[in-house]
């Protein structure tokens, strides 16, 4: 049975911007994009679906964004079937400080989704931005109600993983796009500084959007190497 790719989504949860590295993945391994339930927002009740929603043989997490985070509490499982985890663009620690003012006010304040997706979408695309994305960006964001956008958020500005980082010695790999806008490059050292491979991709913060093709080499290569080492201990 061949290893799978299971893609976890960004913030909208919905997999439908993932198509065009699941399309790539797909020619080299069996792929699922998941899709969040929408009424979905704290990562652990994401991570609970997300165990359900694990195949039973040989797979590798790929976690772009918001998703980040809930891949390391399951790369902290220890799971025998689990070979490995790709961060891509993404963050063990809330990104940004902010006050905890804030937070609270996400909670119950509900941020609306389109609102939220004309206002940072060209800001995080730059100048991979285009009128197609721009359309698919905000459909996804208008599939998620604004209740649950609003608790995503929050749960970004006070999550830390940084411990479950530390509780499995998996192989692991982070994808940094050189031109993203939204994530720091220094959130990178909570993984590195974990035995993370580190490789910088030409993109934005949309990296697995903006450049599917460099960020997928990248993809296949660490799942190439995992499914090797795996395949060798299996014969030993």
């Not at 979905?40 to 994401?46: G, N």
């Not at 961060?87 to 804030?102: D, E, G, I, K, N």
């Not at 609102?115 to 208008?142: C, I, N």
């Amino acid at each position: 049975m061949r290893m799978n790719i299971v893609l976890l989504p960004g913030l909208d949860g919905t997999g439908s911007l993932l198509v065009e590295i699941r399309d790539l993945l797909a020619s080299h391994y069996p792929v699922t994009a998941l899709s969040y339930p929408t009424d979905m927002a704290t990562y652990d009740e994401l991570q609970q679906w997300v165990m359900r929603s694990l195949p039973d043989g040989n797979f590798v997490l790929v976690a772009e964004s918001f998703s980040g985070p809930l891949a390391a509490m399951i790369r902290a499982k220890n799971l025998p079937n689990h070979l490995g985890t790709v961060f891509v663009a993404t963050f063990a620690r809330s990104p940004r400080r902010v006050p905890s003012c804030l937070t609270y006010l996400l909670r119950i304040v509900p941020v609306r989704s389109l609102f939220l997706a004309r206002l940072v979408q060209p800001a995080l695309m730059g100048k991979w931005s285009d009128v197609e994305f721009a359309k698919r960006f905000a459909q996804a964001m208008a599939i998620i109600p604004a209740k649950t956008l609003s608790r995503r958020l929050a749960e970004v500005l006070n999550v830390d993983v940084t411990s479950e980082l530390r509780m499995s010695s998996a192989p692991m790999s982070y994808l940094r796009a050189t031109h993203d806008r939204l994530i720091p490059a220094k959130m990178s050292g909570d993984f590195a500084a974990n035995g993370s491979q580190l490789s910088d991709v030409d993109g934005p913060h949309f990296l697995l959007q903006a450049n599917a093709s460099d960020a997928g080499a990248q993809i296949v290569a660490f799942c190439g190497s995992v499914e090797r080492c795996s395949n060798s201990n299996a014969s030993n």
